[in-house]
């Protein structure tokens, strides 16, 4: 069996980047990967601009204010956000608003607070201020020319409004990654239906579905494939014409009825099963060919990569998180999809590690410590739910109480 980090690397280094790109709407580019650097065509801010509420003034005009009386100043203009600004004429001061242009000539602003205005149109000022005050200078956060999101980057939020501060109302994108997913099993019925003796509900379908849809992938889901190894191939040679990756669920192990994994092997080819990971052992990766394709080391134009997850609902979800996403992000564009892991101390003890790589659903407690889920079977999916994250625990490692361990939280898993 593959050590986790050797599998990841393994499955990292066969994803090549998706063809094609799109120009679509920066409103509408969340979660998207950017096809090609966003480069700044301005300055931002374009102006000097203020950042409070006050006055614009020349401080020269107010050298010695407060030291026998206050210095008071003409009001000459007022200059809210977005409106322009006249050159300030010496020896006045200028009404002046949170985000307005600072006037030519003014070289500080002076809060309002620290300012008293009067009826006669003039306002008072007891203290000298320091040149500079006050104003936010044309380029502050960004310099015309300068790149402001790299190629690869995935649109966050806040990501978009940098993007639209610079004045891009679209953005180059990478098309979504395609995928067709499929799950085996004869006792698998959806909710809704009848749940024999012997059947079960496919949760797997719905956990699946979802984490793909908050990746941005277009998804042709290919339902429930009979325990048969000629209609799982059919499937596959399906799935193979029009998709990035094919994922199934279920059927990747070396039970009787476990026929994806001599299917993808008639159809394409593994080139690895197996990991040393709890949950999720039969984890497998190849490719599968395309009508008229040939298969050879890793997916080529002629073939489309496959992943195939285990049955089991943990198991699934956690060789989700660890593997298929970061394999979707790189076949995106983007090359940053490590999560981020914390330190945290574990407030438990376990006596006996495995000697595979566990993965173990912990939630963060009150005093900042984690707790474990009493039952970690590969069959619990509330684990999952009543979970913050997974600890990252090596083989053979009994974990005590105190210690310091390795968490994954959910949220760096499934945004």
Aim: proline share 6%; charged share 20%; with cysteine.
């Amino acid at each position: 069996m593959l050590a986790t980090a050797d599998a990841l690397g393994r499955l990292l280094d066969a994803a090549r980047r998706v063809d094609g790109r799109e120009r679509i709407d920066t409103l509408d580019a969340g979660n998207r990967v950017l096809a090609e650097d966003v480069i700044s065509p301005l300055d931002v801010p374009p102006m000097h601009t203020s950042s409070m509420d006050g006055y614009a003034v020349r401080a020269a005009d107010l050298a010695g204010a407060g030291e026998s009386a206050p210095v008071a100043l003409a009001v000459s203009q007022r200059i809210p956000a977005g409106h322009a600004a006249e050159p300030l004429a010496a020896g006045t001061a200028a009404r002046i608003f949170t985000g307005a242009t600072v006037p030519p000539g003014a070289d500080t602003v002076v809060m309002q607070e620290m300012a008293q205005a009067s009826d006669d149109g003039r306002v008072a000022f007891a203290q000298t201020p320091a040149a500079g005050e006050w104003i936010t200078h044309q380029g502050a956060d960004i310099r015309r020319g300068s790149v402001i999101l790299q190629a690869g980057t995935r649109l966050t939020p806040q990501a978009l409004g940098l993007a639209a501060s610079v004045g891009c109302a679209q953005l180059d994108v990478v098309r979504p990654v395609r995928v067709a997913i499929f799950f085996t099993g004869d006792e698998l019925r959806m909710p809704g239906e009848p749940l024999e003796p012997g059947a079960i509900y496919n949760s797997n379908r719905f956990t699946l579905r979802a984490l793909l849809a908050k990746l941005g992938c277009e998804v042709t889901d290919l339902g429930i494939v009979p325990d048969r190894l000629d209609a799982t191939r059919d499937t596959l040679r399906r799935a193979a014409g029009e998709h990035d990756l094919i994922l199934t669920c279920g059927g990747v192990s070396v039970g009787e009825e476990d026929h994806v994994k001599p299917a993808v092997e008639a159809e394409g080819h593994i080139s690895m099963w197996q990991i040393a990971m709890k949950p999720g052992k039969p984890l497998a990766f190849g490719a599968v060919r395309r009508a008229g394709g040939s298969s050879t080391a890793g997916a080529q134009a002629g073939e489309a990569y496959f992943i195939g997850l285990p049955g089991n609902p943990v198991s699934s979800f956690c060789t989700f998180l660890l593997f298929v996403r970061p394999f979707l992000l790189r076949l995106a564009g983007v090359e940053q999809v490590a999560p981020r892991v914390f330190s945290m101390r574990a407030d438990f003890s376990q006596k006996k590690g495995d000697r595979r790589n566990e993965f173990l659903r912990a939630r963060v407690n009150d005093s900042g410590g984690l707790d474990l889920f009493e039952n970690q079977s590969s069959a619990v999916l509330t684990s999952t739910v009543w979970g913050d994250g997974l600890i990252d625990n090596p083989p053979n490692h009994a974990i005590s109480a105190g210690e310091i361990v390795r968490f994954i939280p959910f949220s760096e898993l499934t945004r």
